[in-house]
């Protein structure tokens, strides 16, 4: 089994659901939660509770320092149709990564003692993969 650090993590956005994606600057970490609803379907007589699988939800962060030199994330968030998303959890695995359509929400963070900072959150827009 490989390991790789974190610094060499990803993010390609597009700006629309048709756009192309490209990479996102000056971001320094993102997270993705692939929770499965469960449904409790505990009968009486069960030695332990029971569940059935529903579907996924699927959503995670983002966050990083503002680049004034680009408005992608803020286009992504009033994109009408979504956005096409890229996470690759290394540059040195380029050919693993999940992908897929999501909304796009976003926050901008500044303070008299730190730097510009730029965050956000996405949640799934139709089917999500994994390569």
Same mark, same amino acid.
């Given at each position: ?23 996102? =600057? ?5 997270? %993705?939660?692939?929770?499965? *609803? ?6 009486? /007589?069960d @030695? ?31 994109? =009408? ?5 890229? %996470?690759?959890?290394?540059? *040195? ?6 992908? /897929?359509? @999501?909304?796009?929400?976003?926050s ?24």
């Amino acid at each position: 089994m490989v390991k790789y650090h974190g610094r060499r993590g990803l993010v390609y956005m597009s700006t629309t659901g048709t756009g192309a994606a490209t990479s996102i =600057a000056q971001l320094t970490e993102w997270s %993705l939660d692939m929770a499965t *609803d469960k449904v409790d379907v505990t009968a009486f /007589g069960d @030695a332990n509770k029971n569940y059935v699988v529903g579907l996924k939800d699927l959503s995670g962060s983002f966050a990083g320092f503002w680049d004034s030199a680009s408005d992608s994330i803020y286009n992504a968030s009033e994109s =009408a149709d979504g956005v096409k998303m890229y %996470l690759y959890p290394s540059s *040195d695995a380029i050919g693993k990564y999940f992908y /897929g359509p @999501a909304w796009i929400d976003m926050s901008v963070s500044v303070s008299v003692s730190d730097a510009v900072k730029i965050s956000g959150s996405f949640s799934a827009n139709g089917s999500w993969g994994h390569v």
